[in-house]
């Protein structure tokens, strides 16, 4: 069975859905609201879980009842959790999020005990490094922590994703310890200055991400898919055709299941049209880990296509 690491956040999402999104200083009345587990670390070991993996989680939680529910529901997905924290002293994290009639969302967090994920936790972990096929970071712990652990996978030369979300500037030094990054448009027009808003945009701003030092890009383009750029490969992966209800998480679900299918020892293109497929149908559905597909849901759909 591929096994991935995955470092980052776990999160308690509280969601409101509303028929747009407020301007500032605007009070709407919502719809329906509800919690799910969330995070972009949880939300991505649960995706790479689900899609067939052995997957070790190394994040914080609070000593609260958020915290106690995440590892119960890790525990369900068969997560391994022995490298997970509960903090005596900063609460579970939490996300506010809001999601309109087209499915557009915007988020808050509010950190808590994913600020306290530190190099030291990543050092104490050393093993799960040893065992793993692939290492998955985000950006939702401290950028020390993200830069130790990339730094350890690459001493047991293992090759390192970075979701680099939420979107900030990378430490040069980070940069060559990394397989594949794989940014959104808004990321990437963060990273670089442009806006991959054409094919022929996206793929300069791949080379400028691949002129710091990174092995390889993966742009994604949400509906449109996503554009593999390497020194040797330019290919534009389209996206399976869905309605869209909740973008929450279609990135995270294409994340895990990315690393699945690399840890399987799929090409990057295979394993981009898997993670695609993955996305897709996370789309569809209301809220982020609720909404994560299984393996077979995901064969099904690239069946169908």
Known sequence: MPNVLVIGSSNTDLVISTSRLPLPGETLLGGTFF??????????????????????????????????????????????????????????????????????????????????????????????????????????????TVTRAAHLATHYKKPVILNPAPATQLPQELWPHLYLITPNENETEMLTGIAPNTTKNAQKAAQVLLGRGVQNVIITLGAQGALIVTPGQ???????????????????????????????GHTLTDATQFACAAGALTVTKPGAQPAIPTASAIHQLLKNQ
């Open 35 to 144: 919690t799910a587990p969330g995070g972009k670390g949880a939300n991505q070991a649960v995706a790479a879980a689900r899609a067939g993996a052995y997957v070790t989680f190394i994040t914080r939680v609070g000593q609260d009842d958020f915290g106690q529910q995440a590892l119960e529901l890790f525990a369900k997905e068969n997560i391994h959790t022995d490298h997970i924290i509960m903090d005596p002293d900063r609460p579970s994290g939490v996300a506010f999020i809001l999601v309109d009639d087209a499915g557009e969302n915007s988020i808050v967090v509010a950190s808590g005990a994913n600020a306290a994920l530190t190099p030291a936790q990543i050092n104490q972990a050393e093993a799960a490094f040893q065992q793993a096929d692939v290492c998955l970071l985000q950006l939702e712990t401290p950028i020390e």
């Open 234 to 264: 330019t290919d534009l992966i389209s996206a399976p055709q869905v309605t869209a209800t909740d973008t929450t998480a279609a990135g995270d679900a294409f994340n895990g299941a990315l690393a699945y299918a690399l840890a399987s």
